[in-house]
């Protein structure tokens, strides 16, 4: 995985800019610590950070290569999970190949296929290819949005990269926000409207989009959809196939020229990843696999299960790696490092997000990266295969909105009454409800029930999902640790996306197919297992350190977050007792304490970014 960001403009002389295009590719160097490159012409200028997976002997980019008069240049982010097949179809062209790296693969698999490249990738992407002398740039981004890509257009300037902080550190770009972006981050947030970059006139390309920039301006094209269509085969058949792609996608994730490890927590998601790889290692004579989980100082003295977390990971894990023979790492995190790193996270995602969700993963992903440097999650298995609470809540599956947003007059009660009026929050939320709605592909003849679980499906996502992969995105890349994530193959996506509910379900349990096909590779008690999701502490000195360093942003009036805020209500909130705070607001895990923790990441990227309101 790297860091990918460049430059096109008009009317300005790129070689006379070097320092600007190094300074924004600098901005990249956590996702790619190995190797720095740039490539400039008059017109287009290319930055890539390095991480190096495969073949870190070559490969370097901004990489280059000619075809008669034609110069194409890659800088590119991602995992080609087939590109060995693609080689040796190039190859059966006539096509050969100075590196065994998947970015001469997709370079060429571009000179052969132009735009049509997207149809033969496996894998998680986001690149930029520009073509000299036609002066037209060329970017991607894989079907899911696992890997990330911005950009924005400005009069004759075009400028894009893997993550906003290298937009930003372009002089000509602002750090401003307006309406639309206080609503996304107070109404929406920590989910972002697909597509939006938050900051003003920057937007992100979508999941399963490409787009070409040249002289005649942009245009947009969505290349992936999901389909909907009769599903037909039976539920053994069904239970098969799934199994299938799931092994074929963690075989096909475990290539690397350096050391891999997966995630685990004794969940069905993570075990059945960590067994597939286990066996292949097997297989292959390649030892043990070595697995990591995350805990928190003293949590075991505080948990309480409940409807969203019913029951801690531990036991789960150590009968899970013992029965697969790993070579087990946990990762211990104390609450002042928690706290500490609030303001580490909001950096790695240039935004406000999942508070100390994000942060925890952060100082996860720091210890895993000191023994390995590619991981596989269970991530996005529950949006896909439906295991997410709202999926069989009544009252979810019966409200007209986002069903992990909840609470939102409450939530706006904390902000100041005019602002609040300025965002329009319930029409903003309902306008992106509807807009997402509106992409639903439905079945004809499909039941009700069927319809509203398939908007429930899409909607996750939509939007949860790509919060979640946001997240792993960032607090990985930011530590210089590749994640995979096996459950986001679209092979697997395309087909689950179509099995019938009551075969989703079967069993009377979520994700019951996915049990079924998992059935004789893991325990029948690690099968059963209910959904438990990602471990946050339970400490409550965690809520008192963020309710303490709240009250002191509260109290300071230079603070950039008090302006935004009802502050009569918040005093009222930062009194409450304990018991006040265990609702989740957004999601299973954000309840009070992440609120708190939400508001100073707020008040940190306010201040750290220089924000200014529009």
Same mark, same amino acid.
């Given at each position: 995985?790297?860091?990918?960001?460049?430059?096109?403009?008009?009317?300005?002389?790129?070689?006379?800019?070097?320092?600007?295009?190094?300074? !924004?590719?600098?901005?990249?160097?956590?996702?790619?610590?190995?190797?720095?490159?740039?490539?400039?012409?008059?017109?287009?200028?290319?930055?890539?950070?390095? &991480?190096?997976?495969?073949?870190?002997?070559?490969?370097?980019?901004? !990489?280059?290569?000619?075809?008669?008069?034609?110069?194409?240049?890659?800088?590119?982010?991602?995992?080609?999970?087939?590109?060995?097949?693609?080689?040796? #179809?190039?190859?059966?062209?006539?096509?050969?190949?100075?590196?065994?790296?998947?970015?001469?693969?997709?370079?060429?698999?571009?000179?052969?296929?132009?735009?049509?490249?997207?149809?033969?990738?496996?894998?998680?992407?986001?690149?930029?290819?520009?073509?000299? %002398?036609?002066?037209? /740039?060329?970017?991607?981004?894989?079907?899911?949005?696992?890997? %990330? &890509?911005?950009?924005?257009?400005?009069?004759?300037?075009?400028?894009?990269?893997?993550?906003?902080?290298?937009?930003?550190?372009?002089?000509?770009?602002?750090?401003?926000?307006?309406?639309?972006?206080?609503?996304?981050?107070?109404?929406?947030?920590?989910?972002?409207?697909?597509?939006?970059?938050?900051?003003?006139?920057?937007?992100?390309?979508?999941?399963?989009?490409?787009?070409?920039?040249? #002289?005649?301006?942009?245009?947009? +094209?969505?290349?992936?959809?999901?389909?909907?269509?009769?599903?037909?085969?039976?539920?053994?058949?069904?239970?098969?196939?799934?199994?299938?792609?799931?092994?074929?996608? *963690?075989?096909?994730? &475990?290539?690397?020229? *350096?050391?891999?490890?997966?995630? /685990?927590?004794?969940?069905?998601?993570?075990?059945?990843?960590?067994?597939?790889?286990?066996?292949?290692?097997?297989?292959?004579?390649?030892?043990?696999?070595?697995?990591?989980?995350?805990?928190?100082?003293?949590?075991?003295?505080?948990?309480?299960?409940?409807?969203?977390?019913?029951?801690?990971?531990? %036991?789960?894990?150590?009968?899970?790696?013992?029965?697969?023979?790993?070579?087990?790492?946990?990762?211990?995190?104390?609450? %002042?490092?928690?706290?500490?790193?609030?303001?580490? $996270?909001?950096?790695?995602?240039?935004?406000?997000? !999942?508070?100390?969700?994000?942060?925890s993963l952060y100082l996860f992903c720091r210890e895993i990266k000191k023994k390995a440097t590619v991981a596989l999650s269970g991530e996005c298995a529950d949006e896909i295969f439906g295991g997410y609470p709202w999926f069989t809540s009544q009252e979810s599956l019966n409200s007209n909105t986002f069903p992990w947003s909840r609470s939102l007059a409450q939530r706006m009660s904390l902000f100041n009454p005019e602002l609040v009026k300025y965002m329009r929050p319930q029409e903003y939320m309902d306008q992106r409800y509807q807009e997402t709605l509106a992409e639903v592909p439905y079945l004809p003849g499909e039941s009700k029930q069927e319809s509203r679980l398939r908007e429930i499906c899409y909607l996750s996502m939509a939007w949860f999902m790509a919060t979640l992969l946001d997240r792993k995105d960032r607090m990985s890349m930011a530590t210089g640790l590749e994640v995979r994530v096996p459950f986001c193959d679209h092979r697997l996506v395309e087909y689950v996306?179509?099995?019938?509910?009551? !075969?989703?379900?079967?069993?009377?349990?979520?994700?019951?197919?996915?049990? +079924?096909? &998992?059935?004789?590779?893991?325990?029948?008690?690690? /099968?059963?297992? +209910?959904?438990?999701?990602?471990?946050?502490?339970?400490?409550?000195?965690?809520?008192? $350190? *963020?309710?303490? @360093?709240?009250?002191?942003?509260?109290?300071?009036?230079?603070?950039? /977050?008090?302006?935004?805020?009802?502050?009569?209500? *918040?005093?009222?909130?930062?009194?409450?007792?304990?018991?006040?705070?265990?609702?989740?607001?957004?999601?299973?895990?954000?309840?009070?304490?992440?609120?708190?923790?939400?508001?100073? @990441?707020?008040?940190?990227?306010? #201040?750290?970014?220089?924000?200014?309101?529009?």
């Open positions: 995985m790297c860091g990918i960001t460049g430059w096109v403009d008009w009317e300005t002389d790129l070689k006379t800019r070097e320092p600007i295009i190094t300074r !924004m590719t600098e901005t990249l160097t956590n996702r790619g610590p190995d190797a720095f490159g740039t490539w400039l012409s008059s017109r287009a200028a290319l930055g890539h950070r390095r &991480l190096s997976v495969i073949d870190p002997e070559n490969g370097k980019q901004p !990489m280059v290569r000619q075809r008669g008069e034609q110069t194409y240049v890659i800088s590119y982010n991602g995992e080609l999970y087939n590109a060995l097949e693609l080689r040796e #179809r190039l190859q059966s062209r006539g096509y050969t190949f100075q590196t065994h790296c998947d970015t001469e693969v997709l370079l060429v698999a571009f000179m052969e296929w132009s735009e049509e490249c997207y149809k033969y990738l496996n894998g998680i992407f986001a690149f930029a290819i520009w073509q000299e %002398p036609e002066q037209r /740039l060329f970017l991607c981004r894989d079907r899911m949005g696992v890997k %990330p &890509l911005f950009y924005v257009q400005e009069d004759s300037m075009f400028l894009f990269g893997s993550e906003l902080k290298s937009l930003l550190d372009h002089p000509e770009i602002k750090p401003q926000i307006g309406r639309e972006g206080l609503a996304e981050l107070l109404v929406l947030g920590p989910g972002r409207t697909p597509g939006h970059g938050v900051f003003a006139g920057i937007y992100e390309l979508r999941p399963g989009h490409c787009m070409v920039y040249d #002289r005649s301006g942009t245009r947009l +094209r969505k290349y992936w959809a999901l389909e909907s269509k009769p599903h037909e085969d039976d539920i053994d058949s069904t239970a098969n196939k799934v199994r299938e792609l799931v092994r074929d996608t *963690v075989e096909r994730q &475990l290539v690397s020229d *350096v050391p891999i490890c997966t995630l /685990l927590s004794g969940g069905l998601d993570s075990s059945a990843i960590t067994a597939f790889a286990a066996r292949a290692y097997d297989r292959s004579a390649m030892g043990r696999v070595d697995t990591f989980s995350v805990d928190y100082a003293d949590n075991e003295n505080y948990f309480k299960p409940s409807e969203f977390q019913p029951n801690s990971d531990s %036991p789960w894990i150590e009968k899970v790696s013992g029965l697969l023979n790993t070579r087990h790492h946990s990762v211990v995190i104390d609450i %002042p490092q928690l706290v500490n790193s609030l303001d580490t $996270a909001v950096k790695a995602r240039d935004l406000p997000g !999942m508070a100390d969700v994000d942060s996306w179509n099995i019938p509910w009551h !075969m989703k379900q079967c069993d009377d349990i979520e994700k019951g197919i996915l049990r +079924r096909a &998992l059935a004789g590779l893991l325990p029948e008690d690690v /099968l059963t297992r +209910r959904k438990s999701p990602y471990p946050k502490t339970h400490n409550p000195a965690y809520l008192q $350190a *963020v309710r303490e @360093q709240f009250i002191n942003i509260i109290e300071d009036p230079a603070s950039p /977050l008090v302006p935004l805020l009802n502050i009569d209500t *918040v005093r009222k909130l930062t009194n409450l007792n304990n018991d006040a705070f265990d609702r989740p607001w957004y999601g299973q895990l954000m309840t009070g304490a992440q609120l708190f923790a939400y508001l100073i @990441q707020m008040n940190t990227w306010l #201040r750290e970014y220089k924000v200014s309101i529009i």
